[in-house]
């Protein structure tokens, strides 16, 4: 029977760590409890949040409804032939903990995704991606819970709406699909893909003439996460908080002749993809603080909880500020990856 919890502290629950209460509370621990939880007196569809590792999720309030964390675990091989293999993970799987399991297994396709937090469920979602890598790619289905039908259903990877962090689960399905597990395909023979940032560089370094492995890009960018981005259990954080932004050619073309040094990632319809941290630092904009809310003077793209002593306004207005900054520098629109409550 799933247990419920009342007036449950919410500021563990999230990797920003800011201050949030919910009404009720409850942990999923495998999939089959959907069914009860769906019928709990305190389960009301228009006010229930789905929880995975809180890494992309910002508590600007109390939460009045139900709050479910999703810790069901598990993977196991499906299918497999010479050159693929197919894994099946539980939503509540820890992300980098899995890739880190593929890494040891001798598999590759998700060593560029080292390292970055939260859960295997919410990995579709956001379609999270780095290092010139989208998690679609390597997608073959995401079971859900459906709360329309309350039956379990498969979307294979065409119906899920992949675009550059987007997916089905953030635009129709939102507040329908319930991810419980999700189906992989993996490689048995490693491809390097290193063309992003600076991978290529640290891999270098490390490996020398030796060829590289999935393991050694794994470690690689770790190690470049690692020198960027606060570790959030001891400096509260979601990671990058804005979606790199993509722009028209003809603007990002304009915005080059001004900034010669101006990073651009051509995208395969014509448009180009900016860095977001670039724009924000060029903006003079490390280290600025409001209240407890800070952009980390190390990586720009990352705003920080100081000292745990933000609160969720001193977050909001540091946010609109850069948006602003950045908007009036350089005409581009900002847009925050975390959902923000």
Same mark, same amino acid.
């Given at each position: ?10 500021? =563990? ?25 769906? @019928? ?30 999703? @810790? ?16 099946? $993970?539980? @939503? =509540?799987? $820890? ?48 079971? #859900? ?7 379990? $259903? ?5 119906? #899920? ?15 329908? %699909? ?17 063309? %992003? ?24 960018? #770790? ?15 979601? =990671? ?6 993509? $722009? ?10 001004? %900034? ?15 860095? @977001? ?65």
């Amino acid at each position: 029977m799933v247990a419920v919890f009342s007036d449950y502290d919410l500021s =563990g629950c999230s990797t920003f760590h800011l201050p949030a209460r919910a009404a009720h509370f409850c942990v999923l621990n495998h999939a089959s409890e959907l069914p009860e939880i769906c @019928a709990l007196p305190q389960f009301q569809r228009d006010t229930v949040l789905w929880l995975g590792g809180g890494s992309n999720i910002l508590f600007s309030r109390d939460h009045q409804g139900l709050v479910v964390q999703m @810790a069901n675990k598990g993977i196991r091989e499906y299918a497999r032939d010479g050159k693929q293999v197919r894994l099946a $993970v539980q @939503a =509540g799987e $820890v992300w980098h903990d899995f890739v880190q399991y593929t890494v040891n297994a001798g598999l590759s396709g998700l060593e560029n995704l080292s390292l970055i937090p939260g859960t295997v469920g919410a990995a579709p979602v956001q379609n999270i991606g780095a290092y010139g890598v989208e998690v679609k790619d390597r997608i073959d289905y995401v079971d #859900c819970f459906d709360l329309d039908s309350r039956e379990f $259903v498969r979307l294979q990877r065409d119906e #899920c709406a992949f675009a550059y962090r987007e997916s089905l689960f953030k635009q129709a399905g939102k507040g329908r %699909y319930v991810i419980v597990a999700v189906g992989f395909v993996l490689d048995t023979v490693f491809q390097t893909r290193v063309g %992003y940032g600076d991978l290529a560089a640290v891999l270098a370094q490390n490996c020398g003439e030796r060829e590289a492995t999935a393991a050694d890009v794994s470690v690689a960018v #770790c190690q470049i996460r690692r020198s960027k981005l606060p570790n959030p259990d001891e400096m509260g954080n979601v =990671g990058s908080f804005y979606k790199n932004p993509v $722009v028209d050619a003809a603007h990002a073309q304009c915005l080059r002749e001004q %900034y010669g040094d101006m990073p651009v990632y051509p995208q395969p319809d014509g448009t180009v993809k900016l860095a @977001a941290g670039w724009l924000i630092e060029r903006c003079g904009l490390k280290g600025k603080q409001i209240g407890g809310a800070a952009v980390h003077d190390k990586q720009a793209l990352v705003l920080i909880n100081r000292e745990g002593k933000a609160s969720a306004a001193d977050v909001l207005a540091l946010s609109q500020m850069v948006c602003e900054e950045v908007l009036q520098r350089f005409g581009v629109v900002l847009v925050p990856e975390p959902n923000i409550l």
